[in-house]
């Protein structure tokens, strides 16, 4: 750590700044009790055109193809992008918001509604872990390991401990007990800048999957920017850096991550970083100087080496926290210098998803809703997408749904007397309704009509006759039900 340094910045923060961030956490939604009917069903999203039109980058004047699909969450469902930006596929549907989500390299998707932690592919929709506190979930590019923060673990959490601590915790895809990866210090009455306490975040698995990126936060957090960037590498190794303010991304062959002192707003440093994955060294690419403040967002070493951001270099003598953040598409070689990749400034960008091969980047901009997809080579023009929703990722080339059935678990109708809500069957019931075939309401109860409609289906799908939902039911349904 670099505490001198840094707390010579905190100290020049604290003595300049009127200026504080707050952050409170935003309490999970309710869950539906086991045996107990949900209060709402699985949503189904029409799909609409935006009213608004983008204002930042330049007019379109041609269709530029995105190179992938994406997932999003919008509208409280993970839904999927087409490359063509103007169609929008529903993936999941969840009576209670979808509020995070990670995909592996092979398709595996996990997401928390409500107090679960849900996995979906083709072995199914099911339940992985239940905590109330669970945020940040972030699963391994081989879909095996799943690593998520919790607040406030249940006593007997881990291997009947009652006194499980505050931390970051793994689950593998096949369920079973959690394991406890790092602990949050306990938190002090008051702050100790001298020796914080640290509380961890998980960020990112590296390409690669032999490393877990985490952001540890000072705690009690008092609003002030800044923190450590912590890489936990093969057998436990803890490389620690500093890092501000701006989330770190990995580079693609996952060497390095790319910080930014970010901006414009009340940061602690300024200017673009690269972290060495192995020791945690630091080079500054640029920095701020006594004439120029850099203001830099979402830095990242692309496929072909170079670092790819957002930059505009702002003289000190107009440089605010409110400054309008201008920004330029830019390239950034290793020895600093900066090539900007389309001539116009932009609009401060909010959300970015860059093209592993540098293509372009898909974007929020601060002043309008669309995603718009802006690519690298300036002849192209930028193309406004549909969609409007955060937590952005692209689809992997994987199948989704091709799975050996291991962990699927048969869905048949249930007696009256046995009959309880189950979320797998409200999903069903959502999918075969969307298909055109008749479940009744999607309540997540197996009854005589969803029996019915399952039986019709397998019928229609050329499976063999019956009422029950097996793994090849459940993957033909899957499969149609996301094909746009």
């Not at 409170?24 to 949900?38: D, F, K, L, V, Y």
């Not at 190179?67 to 969840?94: C, F, K, W």
């Not at 048949?412 to 999903?427: G, K, L, N």
């Amino acid at each position: 750590m670099k505490n001198v340094w840094y707390f010579g910045w905190l100290i020049i923060f604290l003595l300049t700044s009127c200026i504080s961030a707050s952050s409170q956490a935003t309490p999970p939604p309710t869950a539906t009790p086991s045996g107990e009917i949900a209060t709402a069903t699985p949503i189904v999203l029409p799909i609409t055109t935006p009213t608004a039109s983008p204002t930042a980058p330049p007019t379109v004047v041609a269709a530029a193809t995105i190179p992938a699909p994406v997932y999003l969450i919008e509208n409280h469902q993970v839904m999927r992008l087409e490359p063509d930006g103007q169609r929008l596929t529903q993936i999941t549907y969840e009576p209670q918001p979808v509020r995070d989500m990670s995909v592996a390299a092979n398709g595996t998707l996990v997401y928390l509604t409500g107090s679960d932690l849900v996995a979906l592919d083709g072995n199914g929709r099911r339940v992985i872990f239940s905590e109330q506190s669970i945020t940040n979930p972030r699963i391994s590019p081989d879909g095996q390991r799943i690593v998520y923060h919790l607040a406030n673990p249940a006593p007997g959490l881990i291997n009947g401990r009652t006194d499980a601590p505050a931390g970051v915790y793994l689950s593998q895809i096949t369920g079973g007990r959690p394991g406890l990866v790092i602990a949050d210090d306990p938190v002090p009455e008051t702050p100790d800048m001298e020796n914080p306490a640290w509380r961890y975040i998980p960020v990112a698995w590296s390409p690669t999957g032999d490393r877990l990126l985490l952001y540890a936060v000072i705690q009690p957090e008092i609003g002030i920017p800044g923190g450590e960037a912590v890489i936990i590498g093969p057998d436990g190794q803890i490389v620690r850096a500093f890092s501000c303010c701006e989330e770190e991304l990995w580079s693609v062959d996952g060497r390095d991550l790319a910080v930014a002192g970010g901006g414009p707003g009340p940061d602690i440093r300024f200017g673009l970083y690269l972290i060495n994955a192995d020791d945690g060294s630091e080079t500054a690419l640029f920095s701020a100087d006594e004439t120029t403040i850099p203001l830099v967002r979402a830095p990242q070493r692309l496929a072909d080496g170079f670092v790819y951001a957002f930059v505009e270099m702002v003289p000190t003598t107009v440089y605010s926290w409110e400054y309008p953040f201008r920004p330029f598409m830019s390239r950034i070689s290793d020895n600093g210098q900066i090539t900007p990749l389309r001539p116009e400034p932009l609009t401060e960008p909010i959300v970015i998803l860059w093209d592993a091969q540098a293509r372009g980047a898909l974007i929020r901009f601060a002043t309008t809703d669309p995603l718009i997809w802006l690519p690298t080579d300036p002849t192209l023009p930028p193309q406004p997408t549909i969609a409007t929703g955060l937590a952005l990722t692209w689809v992997p080339d994987a199948d989704l749904v091709a799975r050996d059935c291991a962990s699927f678990s048969p869905l048949s109708p249930q007696t009256d007397a046995a009959r309880r809500y189950d979320p797998a069957v409200a999903d069903i019931q959502a999918r075969l309704e969307i298909l055109g075939f008749d479940p009744g309401p999607a309540d997540g109860l197996f009854d005589p009509t969803t029996a019915r409609a399952v039986r019709t289906f397998r019928a229609a799908a050329g499976l063999p006759e019956g009422e029950t939902i097996d793994c090849a039911a459940w993957q033909e349904l899957f499969r149609r039900s996301m094909t746009p």
